[in-house]
Nanobody
Framework: QVQLVETGGGLVQTGGSLRLSCAAS????????MGWFRQAPGKEREFVAA????????TYADSVKGRFTISRDNAKNTVYLQMNSLKQQDTAVYYC????WGAGTALPGRYKYWGQGTQVTVSP
């Protein structure tokens, strides 16, 4: 069992920055990969970024490459998403997920556990 809690969302202007955090508890954090996804109103959940259990491998959606950075601190049981140069199209609810068996994938069906989400709104 894994429990995930996201924090750090909010309202920011276009071009601004936010850092999301996802605190995990339960199963040993350093044993599984983590991912960030987002879901805008009326749209499906989409992949943002993923990181392997060690932090040595990361992947990003093309839409966020060069602007977002995923990282993790296994000592703090936390994964982060640093979001820079935010655009209005980044507005969504952001979710972190735990991929217990893979190295971090873009497929949401591979994630067994999810947080409750945190809202990110980018204004003009």
């Amino acid at each position: 069992q894994v429990q995930l809690v996201e924090t750090g969302g909010g309202l920011v202007q276009t071009g601004g920055s936010l850092r999301l955090s996802c605190a995990a508890s339960g199963r040993t954090f350093s044993s599984y990969a983590m991912g960030w996804f987002r879901q805008a109103p009326g749209k499906e959940r989409e992949f943002v970024a993923a990181i392997s259990w060690s932090g040595g491998s990361t992947t990003y959606a093309d839409s966020v490459k060069g602007r977002f950075t995923i990282s993790r601190d296994n000592a703090k049981n936390t994964v982060y998403l640093q979001m820079n140069s935010l655009k209005q199209q980044d507005t969504a609810v952001y979710y972190c997920g735990a991929d217990l068996w893979g190295a971090g994938t873009a497929l949401p069906g591979r994630y067994k556990y999810w947080g409750q989400g945190t809202q990110v709104t980018v204004s003009p």
